[in-house]
C-alpha cells in the first residue's frame, strides 16, 4: 500500500509539473519555451555552411543580442535567459573533459559570466544554464564552444541567406574572438520563459537575403527575404518599411506569403523591393516590419544589409574555367558532372578549359600557361580544378576548387553564387563577316582602373576516338562516361596582342569598342565553335584582384559560320526554344519532346549547343 500511495504521489506531481510545459532535451530539463534569435528553426541543409578551424581546436561561437538596437529585446528588460538553443554538425560528447557546453557573456565576447558544460548532440541542442541570465541594458552574448577534432571538422553551423549585423562572433583556438560580417547567422538562439510570449506577439524580423546584390537606384528590384517570426501566431502577410540609403522616406509594401509561417518558423519569399537614391558598392538598405496579418506590429530589430547599388547594373553571365589534361584520370569524372550542371542550370554561361596544371597536351595553348599563378606556384598545381569568375566564392577560401562529390549539386550551387556576383561590366561580341567585334560597358566607378580584354576562338565536341583522354575506365566512372565525355572548350586562337589580355581602353563613360580580324583555323574536328570575350583584372600578387568583371560568347557553327548570338538569347527568346545552326526556328511541342522527333544533328537548345 506504501509503494501505490507513493507512486500516486509520484504521478500527481508529475502531472502538476506537465502543466509548466517542462521540455526534456540533452538529459536537462528546460523550463524555457520561447526560443529568440535571428536563425531559423527548421534550416535546409542547402542553406547551411560549416565553420570552424579544420583542426585540434577549441572552436567557440556567439551571437549578439543587444538591447539597444533591438527593441523587442528592451521589451523584456528585467526577464531571464533559462538557456542556449545551439545547432552543431556532429555530437560532441566531451562535458567530463569540460570541453563541450553553452556560453553566456555580458559587454563583450570574452567577459564570461556563465559556462554549462554537457554533452552535445548532432543538430538542435537545448541547455540550460544553472542560473539564469537576466535581461538588462548591456549586450549579452550567447553560445555554444566544443573541442574540434581533424575527425569531425567545421563543428558550428550557419545560415547563409541572412547575416544580421553585429550579431556573429567566432573565436578559433580560444585566442581571439573576431566578428564574421559575410558568412551567414550562426544557428544560436536564446531559451527564454514563456511568460515572455505576449511581449513577442505581432513581431517578425525581415532582412533581404542579399540576392541580387547589385541593383539601379530609385528602382523596384526582385529580392529575396527572409522573415523570422519571434511569435507563437501564424503569420500570412506583413507589410515592411523599406528604407534605402539617399531614400527621403522608407517605402512601404505588403508582401503575402506563399505558405504562413508558424510559431518561431521562417522563410524566404521572392518580393519586389525597393533600393535607394545613394550610389555605391556597400549601401545600406533597411526593412522594418510595421504591420503582421493587418494589424499594426510591435517593434522589432530591423534588418539591414549591403547592397551594391549603380546605375550599371549589368546581368552577370558566369565564367567557368577548367584546368584539366589528357592524362589526367580523375578529370573526365569532374567534366561529366559539371556537364550535368550545366545541362541543368537555367541561366547562361561561358565556358572554357585549360590544359595544364597538371601536364601539357595537344590542346595547350599559351593563354593557359599564361593563368598558371592562381594556383600560386609549380608546386600547388592539380587537376582537375575550377574557377568561376576567378573570384573566391562566398563560403569558400580560394580561386581554385577541386573536384567535388560526385554528383552536380556542388557545382550547381557554385553556379548560384557566381551569377549572384555583381557584373561590373556589359560584354558583347559579334562576328561581321571577317571581323570580331568585341564591344560594351565597364562600371563608371571603374573607368580609369586597370582593366583587361581576353578573347579567344573556342572548339566543342572533340571525340575522344581521335584524341584519348585517360581516367575513361576508372572503377568509380560513370557507366555513360565514354558514350558522353568531349573535349570541350579547347582554345584554338587568341586574338589579343598579349596572352593574358590586353590592357582595355574606355571613354569618359566607360564605353568601349575592339576590332579583331577573324582567322582561319585549324582545329581538332569538333563538332562546334564559339567566340568567347571577358573583361577581367590582372593582379598576379593578389589573386583577391583577379575578378572576371563579365563574360559572354557567340556561338559558330563547325565550318565557323556563324549562328546564334547567346548572351541575351534565353531572355530574347525564352526558355522553350529550338533553332536550328542557320538561326531557323524549329517548331516542337517542347524542348523535352524534341530529339525524339527532330532528325540527328546539331541545335541550339536555350542558346545552347546540343548534339542529336
Known amino acids: ?17 506537465s502543466t509548466f510545459n517542462f521540455q526534456l532535451s540533452i538529459g536537462n530539463c528546460a523550463l524555457a519555451q520561447v526560443p529568440y534569435g535571428y536563425a531559423p528553426g527548421e534550416p535546409q541543409d542547402a542553406d547551411l555552411s560549416a565553420l570552424g578551424s579544420g583542426k585540434n581546436s577549441f572552436v567557440q561561437g556567439m551571437v549578439r543580442f543587444d538591447p539597444t538596437v533591438d527593441p523587442a529585446l528592451a521589451r523584456m528588460k528585467g526577464r531571464n535567459i533559462r538557456g542556449v538553443r545551439c545547432y552543431l554538425r556532429a555530437d560532441y560528447r566531451q562535458a567530463r573533459q569540460s570541453r563541450s557546453g553553452i556560453l553566456a557573456s555580458t559587454v563583450k565576447p570574452d567577459n564570461i559570466v556563465r559556462t554549462q558544460y554537457t554533452d552535445l548532440v548532432a543538430g538542435w541542442n537545448d541547455v540550460m544554464f544553472d542560473e539564469p541570465l537576466e535581461i538588462g541594458d548591456e549586450p549579452i552574448f550567447l553560445g555554444v564552444q566544443v573541442y574540434e577534432t581533424a575527425g569531425t571538422p567545421l563543428p558550428l553551423m550557419l545560415y547563409q541567406p541572412a547575416v544580421v549585423p553585429h550579431a556573429c562572433y567566432v573565436n578559433l583556438g580560444k585566442k581571439s574572438w573576431e566578428e564574421y560580417t559575410d558568412r551567414g547567422t550562426l544557428l544560436v538562439m536564446a531559451l527564454l520563459d514563456d511568460d515572455v510570449a505576449p511581449l513577442l506577439a505581432r513581431t517578425a524580423y525581415a532582412q533581404n537575403t542579399t540576392h541580387p546584390q547589385t541593383v539601379a537606384p530609385d528602382r523596384d528590384f526582385q529580392g529575396g527575404l527572409y522573415v523570422h517570426n519571434f511569435s507563437t501566431e501564424v503569420i500570412q502577410s506583413i507589410e515592411i518599411a523599406m528604407h534605402g540609403e539617399g531614400a527621403e522616406s522608407p517605402t512601404l509594401r505588403t508582401i503575402q506569403l506563399p505558405s504562413p509561417i508558424g510559431a518561431y518558423g521562417s522563410t524566404v519569399v521572392e518580393a519586389s523591393l525597393r533600393a535607394g537614391s545613394t550610389e555605391g558598392t556597400s549601401v545600406d538598405w533597411t526593412a522594418t516590419v510595421t504591420q503582421v496579418n493587418g494589424e499594426a506590429a510591435q517593434a522589432g530589430r530591423p534588418g539591414t544589409t549591403k547592397l551594391y547599388v549603380t546605375y550599371d547594373d549589368f546581368q552577370r553571365t558566369p565564367f567557368i574555367e577548367e584546368f584539366t589534361s589528357q592524362r589526367c584520370i580523375a578529370c573526365p569524372q569532374m567534366a561529366y558532372f559539371l556537364d550535368k550542371a550545366l545541362e541543368e542550370y537555367q541561366g547562361n554561361y561561358v565556358y572554357v578549359s585549360h590544359h595544364t596544371g597538371f601536364q601539357e597536351d595537344v590542346f595547350t595553348t599559351q593563354p593557359d600557361r599564361e593563368i598558371l599563378y592562381f594556383f600560386g606556384g609549380y608546386e600547388n598545381e592539380y587537376n582537375p580544378a575550377i574557377m568561376y569568375n576567378r573570384a573566391i566564392l562566398e563560403g569558400e577560401s580560394q580561386v581554385i576548387q577541386g ?210
Not at 1 to 15: E, Q, S, Y
Not at 466 to 483: E, R, V
Request: aromatic share 8%; net charge negative.
Open 403 to 612: 573536384i567535388r562529390d560526385m554528383s552536380p549539386t556542388p557545382y550547381l550551387e557554385a553556379l548560384a553564387k557566381a551569377y549572384d556576383m555583381p557584373a561590373m561590366a556589359e560584354v558583347n561580341i559579334e562576328k561581321t563577316g571577317d571581323e570580331v567585334r568585341v564591344y560594351g560597358r565597364v562600371a563608371r566607378d571603374l573607368v580609369g582602373t586597370p582593366i583587361y580584354l581576353s578573347c579567344y576562338l573556342v572548339e566543342d565536341g572533340i571525340s575522344t576516338k581521335d584524341y584519348f583522354q585517360k581516367g575513361m575506365d576508372d572503377d568509380d566512372a560513370p557507366a555513360d562516361l565514354k558514350d558522353v565525355f568531349r573535349h570541350n572548350g579547347i582554345i584554338l586562337h587568341y586574338f589579343t596582342q598579349e596572352a593574358i589580355g590586353d590592357l582595355l581602353s574606355t571613354n569618359e563613360n566607360g564605353s568601349y569598342s575592339i576590332t579583331y580580324p577573324m582567322v582561319e583555323k585549324e582545329g581538332f574536328g569538333g563538332t562546334g565553335r564559339r567566340l568567347v570575350a571577358f573583361v577581367h583584372k590582372i593582379n598576379k600578387n593578389d589573386i583577391r584582384d583577379n575578378t572576371v568583371l563579365n563574360a559572354a560568347e557567340t556561338s559558330l557553327g563547325a565550318d565557323g559560320i556563324e549562328t546564334i548570338q547567346n548572351s541575351n538569347f534565353k531572355i530574347q527568346n525564352g526558355t522553350n526554344a529550338v533553332y536550328d545552326l542557320s538561326g531557323r526556328h524549329i517548331s516542337v511541342p517542347s524542348v523535352s519532346s524534341a530529339f525524339s522527333v527532330l532528325p540527328k544533328g546539331i541545335y541550339i537548345v536555350n542558346g545552347k549547343k546540343v548534339v542529336r
Open 1 to 17: 500500500m506504501k509503494r501505490i500511495a507513493l507512486l500516486l504521489v509520484l504521478l500527481i506531481g508529475v502531472a502538476r509539473f
